[in-house]
C-alpha cells in the first residue's frame, strides 16, 4: 500500500480550499488554503486535533457549510469533471448521498429517531434511484446485510435507540454505500465507539472498500486509525496542510515537528517511557492565526525565519510535502530548544 | 514509592445494581448488576487501572468507592476504616482522603463560580483555611498544576478543555487526599493536551506519593501510567495483574479482544486482530456462566463456559484471571465434564493480542 | 455564563430597548400621583364631562362617569403591573419550591409529586380562575394577586424540578459531594445560582402572562373592583359602546400590549443568552 496512486486524472481535487466564517467584525480562517487530490480507489487520511480544520473542510466538500460560513471564492473541489463550489443546489443535492456521501461520529444524532432505520436506508434509494418502495426497502435491506447486521429484515423495522451504538455506526454505513458512491467521507466515523466495536467498523469499511473500490477520506485524530486504514495521510494545522506522505513514509520519517509532536505525544503499547512528549500550548484561535508559520510558537526548532517568511509546501521526497523551513535548514534539527510558548504545564 | 504492606483501599465482594423501574409510580421490575462482586487492593502510591469498555461498571466501581452512590453490598475499607459503615459526618471526613477527577472538563466545575472559589471550597469545608491563607493556597494550588495565579478570579468557560481538567486536579488536589479516582481524566482531550495533563498527574503522583485508581477505556494510556491493571467486562473483574504482564501476556480472551482491538500508530506492524463478534450484552440481562462466552475465541470454549461461573484465579503469580479454560485453575475437569464441558482447558495466547 | 451583571450585557439591542421601555412605564407608574393630571377617580361632571373624546385637555377622552382615562390609565399600569409582578412572586415560591424539593429527594416522593401536578395542570387556569372569582364577589387586590399566584406555579414547577434533575447528574455537584459539601452547601451554592437563569426567563414571560389574565379577568368584570384603576377594568367601563368610546379600549390596550411584547422580547433574549453560555 506505500504507492501513492497517481492515475492521470484523480477522481477529486480540491484546489486553494478557504472556508471562512465571518462573524461581525472577526473572521475564523477555518480551512486556509487547502489543495490536494484524492485517486479513484484510495484511501486517503486526514488528521489533526480539533480545530485545524479537517472537519470543515470535509463539510466543505460537500457544500454543508451553514452561514456564518461561506467557501471563498476562487476556491475549486473539482470531482468527476465538476466543480462543486460553483454547482446549483439541484445538482450538488444530486452529487451529495450518490455521488459523495458521508459517514458522521455521532451515528445517534445522524439518525432520525423518529423513522425506523430500514425506512432511513431505503429513503436515499428513493431520493437518488427514485425507485418504488418496495424496491428502495429491499436495496435497504441488501445494504444493511452488506454491512454484516445480523437478520437484516428484522432490524430495518428497528428505530435508532433499538440499537446499539455499533449497529447504528452500521446503519450509517449502508446508508452511505447504498448508491455504491465513488467517495465516501468519514469523520471520525469510530470516535463514539467502544474499542472492540471500533475494530469491526474499522474493519468492515475496508472490506466494503476492496470490494467496491470506493475511494474513502478517513478524518480522525487517532494515528492509530490512519495507519491502519490509509495509504497516504494528511497531517493539518491550523487550517492547513502541514505534510503529505503515503502512510508508511509518514510514520518513518514525519518531517512536520507537529507531526513529530502528535507521535510522540501519545503512549504506545510496549514502549517504555518515563514521560510522554508534550506539544506545549494548544491550537490558536481561527481568528487570529500566527504570522509566519502558524506552529512557531509551540515549536522547539523555530528560528527567526519562522517568524518572517510563512513557509510554503517544501518538497522532501516523492509524494512527501511539508510546510517546514527545516526543508531548507535540517541541521537544526538538531539543536531543538524549548518552545516559545511559556505555557500552562511546562514548568509541571 | 509503592508500599505493599498495608494495602491503602481494599475492596471486597463489591456490588451495585440499579433498579430497572416502569410505570407511573416506578415499579422495580428488574436490576441492572452495574458492579458484581468486585475485590481489589490497591497498596499506597501505587496506580491502579482499570479498564474495559462502556457498560463494564468502571466509572460504578469508581463512584461506589467514594460512596457517591451507595453500594448494594460488599466491604470497602480505606486505611482499615470501614467507609460502608460511615455516618455522615466519619463520610464527609473520609472524603478528605480520597478525592475524584472527572472525564467531562465541562461539567465538572461549576459555571457560577471563579476557578478560586471552586479551588477553594475544599479548603473551606475541611477548615483548611480561611482568608488571606486561603488565597495563598489557591494560588499556590494553580502554579502546582501549571496554571497562572491570576486565573482564580476567572469562570470556568473562559479556559480550554485541558485547563479545565488541571482545574479539577486542583480542587481535589486542596483537601490533601491520599487516595484519587481519575475517572477517564483524559480521554476528552486532544492527543498533545492530554499528554500534558498525564505527565502533570505522573509528577503530582511523585511528588506527593499519591495513590491513583486511573479509570480508562484507552488502553496504552492506561499502560503507560499504571502499575496493575484491573480489566472490567459486565461488572465483573476478569483479569488483574502487573501492567507488564498483563500486555505481554494477557490470559483472559476479552482482554486477548480488547488488546489486539487497538489500532497500532505504525503501519509496519500491522498485523491480524481478533475481531469479536456482536456487541457487549446488556448488563440487565448478563448471559450465564462466565459472562463473555457469547463472544469468547478460546478454542476450548464449551458448554461448562455457559454453566460455571468462573472464579477470578491466580493463573501466575500476582496474575489473576477468571477463565475456566485457561489453566491452572481450581475447577476440575472432571467438574467441567459434569457441567457439559468437552474441550479440556489449554493454554491459549493468540500472536494477535501480544504487542 | 450569565451572571446577573453579565447577563445585561449579554442581552441582545432589542432586549436592551424594550427593558428602557419597561422602566419607562414602571417609573410613570410608580410615580403615578406625581404623573397623571387628576385624580383617577374624580367624577367631576358626570353629566357635562362624560364620554369625551381625546382632546388636549384630556389626552385619552374621559369615561361614562367623567373620569380622566388618561389618569385612570396611569394608576391602571400601576395596579396591572404590580399585580403581574406580585402574583408572579407568588408563582414563583411555590413553583421553586415544589419543583425543587421533587427533583432532589426523587424516587416516589417526586413521582407522587409529580402526578399531583399533572392532575393540577390538567384543569385549565382561566376556568378555574373565573370559577374562584364568581363564587367571591367584590375581592379584594390582595386576595386577586393571591389566587393568580396560586393557580400559576404548575408549569414552572416543572421547569424547576427538570432543571434540578439535570443540574444533580452534572458533576460538578458530584464533586462537591466528593469533597464533603453538605446537603445544604450544594443546593446554596450549585444547585440554586444555576437555576436563577431558567427562573428569570419563566418569570418574565410569567408577569406578563398575568398581566393579560388580569386584563381578561377584570374585562370579564371578576378581576379588579371598582373604583380602583386596572388596565382591564378600564376596558370594561367601556366594553359596551366599544364603537363609540373607542379610546377608551385603545389606550389601555395598546399600553398592555406593549407592555407584554416588550416582556417577551426581554425572557425571549435572557433564554437565548442562558441557552448560548
Known amino acids: 500500500m506505500t504507492d501513492v496512486k497517481t492515475t492521470t486524472e484523480p477522481l477529486l481535487s480540491i484546489r486553494d480550499l478557504r472556508t471562512y466564517f465571518h462573524m461581525g467584525s472577526v473572521t475564523a480562517r477555518s480551512v486556509d488554503g487547502v489543495s490536494f487530490d484524492v485517486g479513484a480507489g484510495e484511501t486517503v487520511g486526514i488528521v489533526g486535533e480539533s480545530g485545524c480544520g479537517k472537519s470543515v473542510t470535509a463539510l466543505s466538500i460537500l457544500r454543508l457549510i451553514q452561514p456564518p460560513g461561506r467557501i471563498e471564492p476562487g476556491s475549486v473541489i473539482a470531482f468527476e469533471g465538476k466543480d462543486l463550489v460553483t454547482l446549483g443546489d439541484e445538482e450538488i443535492r444530486n452529487v451529495r448521498g450518490n455521488r459523495i456521501s458521508m459517514i458522521f461520529q455521532e451515528p445517534m444524532s445522524a439518525l432520525n429517531p423518529v423513522f425506523t432505520v430500514g425506512d432511513q436506508v431505503a429513503e436515499v434509494a428513493r431520493i437518488h434511484a427514485g425507485v418504488s418502495r418496495k424496491e428502495a426497502w429491499n436495496r435497504a435491506v441488501e445494504a444493511l446485510s452488506l454491512t454484516g447486521i445480523p437478520a437484516p429484515g428484522d432490524r430495518a423495522k428497528q428505530y435508532p435507540h433499538q440499537l446499539s451504538g455499533g449497529m447504528r455506526q452500521r446503519v450509517l454505513i449502508a446508508m452511505a454505500l447504498m448508491m455504491k458512491p465513488a467517495l465516501v467521507i468519514a469523520d471520525e466515523p469510530t470516535t463514539a465507539l467502544d474499542v472492540t466495536i471500533q475494530a469491526q467498523i474499522l474493519d468492515l469499511l475496508v472490506g466494503l472498500q476492496k470490494q467496491f473500490g470506493t475511494s474513502i477520506l478517513m478524518i480522525t485524530h487517532d494515528l492509530g486509525v490512519i495507519a491502519e486504514t490509509t495509504s497516504r495521510v494528511i497531517v493539518m494545522y491550523a487550517g492547513e496542510i502541514v505534510e503529505q506522505a503515503a502512510v508508511d513514509e509518514l510514520f518513518a520519517k514525519p518531517h512536520h515537528p507537529y507531526t513529530e509532536g502528535l507521535m510522540f505525544a501519545m503512549p504506545h503499547i510496549g514502549r517504555d517511557q518515563e514521560r510522554l512528549n508534550v506539544i506545549p500550548g494548544t491550537v490558536p484561535a481561527p481568528t487570529a492565526w500566527p504570522v509566519g508559520c502558524r506552529f512557531r510558537e509551540r515549536c522547539p526548532y523555530s528560528w527567526d525565519l519562522c517568524e518572517r517568511e510563512h513557509p510554503p509546501l517544501y518538497q522532501i521526497g516523492a509524494g512527501h510535502i511539508s510546510r517546514c523551513h527545516l526543508a531548507i535548514e535540517p541541521e537544526r534539527r538538531n539543536h531543538p530548544h524549548p518552545p516559545l510558548v511559556v505555557q500552562e504545564g511546562a514548568a509541571a | 514509592m509503592i508500599d505493599t504492606s498495608a494495602p491503602l483501599l481494599s475492596v471486597r465482594n463489591l456490588k451495585k445494581s440499579f433498579p430497572i423501574k416502569k410505570g407511573v409510580f416506578g415499579r422495580q421490575v428488574g436490576a441492572v448488576q452495574a458492579v458484581n462482586d468486585v475485590s481489589f487492593d490497591v497498596a499506597p502510591g501505587e496506580t491502579l487501572g482499570i479498564v474495559g469498555e462502556s457498560g463494564g461498571g468502571k466509572t460504578t466501581a469508581g463512584r461506589a468507592i467514594l460512596r457517591l452512590i451507595e453500594p448494594t453490598s460488599g466491604s470497602i475499607k480505606f486505611e482499615g476504616r470501614d467507609v460502608c459503615a460511615l455516618d455522615t459526618r466519619g463520610l464527609r471526613a473520609i472524603r478528605r482522603e480520597m478525592q475524584i477527577i472527572f472525564q467531562d472538563p465541562v461539567s465538572s466545575l461549576n459555571p457560577r463560580m471563579t476557578i478560586g472559589a471552586i479551588i477553594r471550597e475544599g479548603l473551606i469545608i475541611h477548615k483548611l483555611a480561611q482568608g488571606a491563607a486561603a488565597d495563598a493556597r489557591v494560588k499556590q494550588l494553580l502554579e502546582e498544576v501549571g496554571l497562572r495565579k491570576e486565573y482564580a478570579t476567572r469562570y470556568p468557560h473562559e479556559f480550554s478543555g485541558g485547563q479545565r481538567q488541571r482545574i479539577g486536579v486542583a480542587r481535589a488536589l486542596s483537601v490533601e487526599p491520599k487516595l484519587i479516582i481519575c475517572d477517564e481524566p483524559v480521554s476528552a482531550l486532544d492527543v498533545s493536551v492530554q499528554a500534558q495533563v498525564i505527565n502533570l498527574l505522573q509528577d503530582l503522583q511523585r511528588e506527593r506519593n499519591l495513590t491513583y485508581m486511573f479509570i480508562a477505556h484507552d488502553l496504552s494510556v492506561v499502560e503507560h501510567i499504571a502499575n496493575r491493571v484491573a480489566v472490567m467486562y459486565l461488572g465483573k473483574i476478569v483479569e488483574l495483574a502487573t501492567s507488564e504482564d498483563l500486555y505481554r501476556e494477557p490470559l483472559m480472551p476479552y482482554t486477548q479482544a480488547l488488546l489486539s482491538a487497538v489500532p497500532v500508530a505504525d503501519p509496519a506492524a500491522r498485523k491480524e486482530r481478533i475481531i469479536l463478534q456482536g456487541d457487549v450484552p446488556s448488563p440487565a440481562n448478563p448471559p450465564s456462566g462466565c459472562v463473555f462466552h457469547p463472544r469468547c475465541h478460546h478454542p476450548a470454549k464449551d458448554e461448562a463456559c455457559s454453566r460455571i461461573v468462573p472464579p477470578l484465579e491466580e493463573k501466575a503469580p500476582g496474575h489473576l484471571a477468571a477463565c475456566i479454560k485457561q489453566p491452572p485453575t481450581i475447577v476440575s475437569w472432571e467438574q467441567q465434564q459434569q457441567a457439559g464441558g468437552v474441550r479440556p482447558p489449554e493454554r491459549y495466547l493468540p500472536i494477535a493480542a501480544v504487542h | ?277
Open chain 3, 1 to 277: 455564563m450569565l451572571t446577573p451583571i453579565r447577563g445585561f450585557a449579554a442581552l441582545s439591542g432589542a432586549a436592551r430597548v424594550a427593558l428602557a421601555v419597561l422602566a419607562a412605564i414602571a417609573i410613570v407608574a410608580a410615580f403615578a400621583p406625581l404623573v397623571a393630571p387628576y385624580d383617577p377617580a374624580a367624577q367631576p361632571d358626570i353629566v357635562g364631562a362624560k364620554n369625551l373624546p381625546p382632546s388636549a385637555q384630556h389626552p385619552f377622552g374621559t369615561d361614562p362617569y367623567s373620569r380622566d382615562v388618561l389618569s385612570r390609565v396611569i394608576y391602571g399600569a400601576r395596579l396591572s403591573l404590580a399585580i403581574g409582578f406580585l402574583a408572579t412572586m407568588v408563582s414563583l415560591t411555590l413553583g421553586v419550591a415544589y419543583g425543587a424539593v421533587a427533583g432532589y429527594a426523587g424516587g416516589f416522593v417526586d413521582a407522587l409529586m409529580m402526578r399531583i401536578l399533572d392532575a393540577l395542570l390538567a384543569i385549565p387556569r382561566l376556568l378555574l380562575l373565573i370559577a374562584i372569582l364568581a363564587a367571591w364577589t367584590r375581592l379584594s387586590v390582595g386576595a386577586l394577586v393571591l389566587f393568580l399566584g396560586l393557580t400559576g406555579w404548575f408549569g414552572l414547577s416543572r421547569i424547576v424540578r427538570g432543571q434540578v434533575l439535570a443540574l444533580t447528574e452534572a458533576e460538578f455537584i458530584t464533586s462537591a459531594r466528593a469533597l464533603g459539601a453538605s446537603r445544604r452547601r450544594i443546593l446554596a451554592r450549585h444547585l440554586l445560582p444555576n437555576l436563577i437563569s431558567p427562573i428569570a426567563v419563566a418569570a418574565t414571560l410569567g408577569v406578563a402572562h398575568v398581566i393579560v389574565l388580569e386584563v381578561g379577568l377584570s374585562y370579564l368584570g371578576i378581576g379588579v373592583a371598582q373604583p380602583e384603576a386596572s388596565w382591564g377594568n378600564i376596558i370594561h367601563d367601556g366594553s359596551d359602546q366599544v364603537a363609540t368610546l373607542w379610546w377608551m379600549s385603545l389606550f389601555p390596550g395598546l399600553l398592555m400590549v406593549l407592555t407584554v411584547m416588550m416582556l417577551n422580547i426581554v425572557g425571549e433574549s435572557l433564554r437565548d443568552a442562558y441557552d448560548r453560555r
